[in-house]
């Protein structure tokens, strides 16, 4: 999650828009191959151990991916890392100033 929650943050990525426009019941979820149809086109690409390990963790249903849930756990990872850059910045430039 973490190498996905920096390659989202790096391209600057919603994938959001994505999974809703093939959630056609909108109900947060899509099947397992629209959701790494979706991570490929957004150049995401997973090895097999990967797919099926966010399939198991995120599964809806016996064949649905609960992809709300996995944004949700994804911007924590978004987040966790633009902080420690930010703040390892401030923190470099503070020693430089002084």
């Not at 989202?8 to 959701?35: A, C, E, N, W, Y």
């Not at 399939?55 to 924590?76: G, M, R, T």
């Amino acid at each position: 999650m973490r190498r996905l929650g920096e390659v989202v943050r790096k391209h600057r990525l919603l994938l959001k828009p994505f999974f809703q426009d093939k959630d056609i019941s909108k109900i947060g979820r899509v099947s397992f191959t629209r959701m790494r149809s979706i991570l490929d086109n957004n150049k995401i690409p997973l090895t097999d151990n990967q797919y099926n390990l966010l399939c198991k963790n995120f599964a809806a249903d016996v064949d649905e991916f609960n992809y709300v849930d996995f944004i949700e756990v994804l911007k924590q990872y978004e987040q966790e890392s633009w902080n420690f850059n930010f703040f390892n910045w401030f923190y470099q430039c503070f020693i430089f100033i002084s």
